[in-house]
């Protein structure tokens, strides 16, 4: 079966920093593409970031380049979002996807 | 960026009627090379993640029940459900994975009457 499961959600402060991870399971992680994307509370979603299965090529939103990097590590089976700066307006669920397949997100608080 | 637009936002439907929503983007998602439409269909239950439904405007993800019908082509598509049913209560998103940023729509809620 495959299993996205994602951790390090939490309460932060304007400006601080946080990183994501997703451990993937039941499928070869090192093949696919990896994505996260967020939703905002009782708000739609919205894709912040792509890696290739090699790392080779990385993508991101505008609203989260500069602050955001996505990375993986293949012998882990694990993707990674660091996320510095955050602003209130990063509050979200925070899902990884391999473009099927979704975890059940991490939950991002930012707030003072 | 490509905008996704989708129609209506909510709409509520009785038990075993069919039911069509709409999604438009703001450009072709038809790849010339391979004939292909970078569009997506995602079910959102209520606190629960997006579940994939239909890929590639018209493919049905495996396990998905054939009531869910993708259709279209370009930039106008269509989901629609032949019969919906009480468990089918959920926000739909269409998404374009045809370049990034990838981009979704808003959604559309089906509520059941």
């Known amino acids: 079966e495959v299993q996205l499961v994602e951790s390090g959600g939490g309460l932060v402060k304007p400006g601080s920093s946080l990183k994501l991870s997703c451990v993937a399971s039941g499928f070869t992680f090192s093949s696919y593409g990896m994505h996260w994307i967020r939703q905002a509370p009782k708000k739609g979603l919205e894709w912040i970031a792509l890696?290739?299965?090699?790392?080779?090529?990385?993508y991101y939103a505008d609203s989260v380049k500069g602050r955001f990097t996505i990375s993986r590590d293949n012998s882990k089976n694990t993707l990674y979002l660091e996320m510095n700066s955050l602003r209130s307006e990063d509050t979200a669920m925070y899902y990884c996807?391999?473009?099927?397949?979704w975890g059940q997100g991490t939950l991002v608080t930012v707030s003072s | 960026d490509i905008v996704m637009t989708q129609t209506p936002s909510s709409q509520a439907v009785s038990a075993g009627e069919k039911v069509t929503m709409s999604c438009k983007s703001s450009?072709?998602?038809?790849?010339?090379?391979?004939?292909?439409?970078?569009l997506a269909w995602y079910q959102q239950k209520p606190g629960q993640s997006p579940k994939l439904l239909i890929s590639?405007?018209?493919t049905r993800e495996s396990g998905v029940p054939d009531r869910f019908i993708g259709s279209g082509s370009g930039t106008d598509f269509t989901l629609t459900i032949s019969s919906v049913q009480a468990e089918d209560l959920a926000v739909y998103y269409c998404?374009?994975?045809?370049?990034?940023?990838?981009?979704f729509g808003s959604g559309t809620k089906l509520e059941i009457k």
């Open positions: 996807a391999n473009g099927v397949t």
């Open positions: 590639w405007a018209s």
């Open positions: 890696i290739y299965y090699d790392s080779s090529n990385k």
């Open positions: 450009q072709s998602l038809l790849y010339s090379e391979n004939k292909k439409n970078y």
């Open positions: 998404e374009q994975y045809y370049d990034t940023p990838l981009t």
